[in-house]
């Protein structure tokens, strides 16, 4: 009984063996199959491309010379309006140039090109630092011009007093002035003299 227990065992494990085997090549020629239908599918992929361009090829050449014309003039369209947007906002640059930089508001030519540009840019921030440099530096030049036009502050300083020999040098405005300004001191030089 031994003997028929291990035929059995022998048997089933060969019948385990071959059936594995038979499962193994199966695998096997499942693969080999997958990987022709594969290379199948890449070699109708490459000739669809192919055939896609051929036809592009020759659409491209029978397009009639109505829609030739058609595409030039779309293309001339988009460039005439890539060149009228460009004049525009060279045209509001210049306009708010000549604003800013008129009488009225006295803006140097750099600066309101600059600021111009910021304005017709929609750049509201630059647009904001050009006016508050502006003002800067036409406050400076307006408390420079002040000082140069002040004869009553001679040099600039505005502690110096007026010497009784100034005093009598005067004219009659100049007098008129000094003592709307310092009555006390031109009291004191009406009864010097």
């Known amino acids: 009984m031994d003997n028929n227990l291990e035929n059995s065992k022998e048997t089933s494990t ?18 080999k199959a997958l990987e022709a239908e594969n290379g199948k599918l890449k070699q109708s992929v490459t000739n669809a491309s192919a055939d896609a361009s051929d036809w592009k090829k020759k659409y ?11 595409q030039e003039q779309e293309s001339a369209y988009a460039a005439m309006q890539e060149k009228l947007t460009a004049l525009e906002a060279e045209r509001n640059i210049a306009n708010y140039t000549a604003v800013l930089g008129a009488s009225d508001i006295g803006m140097d030519a750099d600066t309101a090109r600059t600021v111009a540009e910021a304005l017709n840019a929609g750049e509201t ?10 003002i800067a530096s036409h406050d400076k030049a307006m408390a420079e011009k002040a000082m140069l036009n002040n004869p009553k502050l001679p040099g600039g300083d505005s502690t110096k007093t007026v010497t009784l020999e100034q005093f009598r040098n005067m004219g009659l405005d100049e007098m008129q002035a000094f003592h709307d300004e310092h009555p006390d001191l031109y009291r004191e030089y009406m009864n010097k003299t």
């Open 125 to 134: 921030e630059k647009v904001f630092d050009g006016i508050r440099k502006f």
């Open 60 to 70: 491209q050449s029978k397009l009639s010379e109505e829609e030739k014309a058609k």
């Open 14 to 31: 060969q019948e385990t063996n071959s059936e594995q085997n038979a499962g193994t090549k199966d695998l096997e020629a499942r693969i």
